[in-house]
């Protein structure tokens, strides 16, 4: 009676190893989830990165200085012409809330 049970469990057990019926949807779901795993990492450094350069260009446009000269002509009764911004510059130590 064992002798019967152990030869039909053996013959289950071959019988399951050589099946591959399984093995390509397997595959999928392994080189799919590889694809989602390195396309979310790709996204996160394409993020980190966009908001780095959108860091540098805020930080660009508040020093932007629209000063000008232009000279004159002493011949023509034409004087020069300053311009300046009579906006302080941003610095974050300044509180204007009182």
């Known amino acids: 009676m064992q002798l019967l049970q152990a030869f039909?469990?053996?013959k289950h057990l071959k019988r399951l190893w050589s099946d591959d019926r399984g093995v390509l949807?397997?595959?999928?779901?392994?080189?799919?989830?590889?694809?989602v795993i390195g396309i979310v990492g790709g996204l996160a450094a394409v993020r980190d990165a966009t908001i780095d350069e959108l860091g540098d260009v805020a930080e660009g446009v508040t020093h932007f200085?629209?000063?000008f000269?232009?000279?004159g002509n002493e011949r023509f009764g034409i004087p020069d012409v300053d311009f300046t911004?009579?906006?302080?510059?941003?610095s974050q130590g300044d509180s204007d809330n009182s």
């Open 8 to 10: 039909k469990t053996s």
């Open 25 to 35: 949807s397997f595959e999928w779901v392994v080189v799919i989830t590889l694809l």
């Open 65 to 67: 200085n629209q000063s």
């Open 69 to 71: 000269h232009l000279p």
């Open 85 to 90: 911004d009579q906006v302080a510059p941003y």
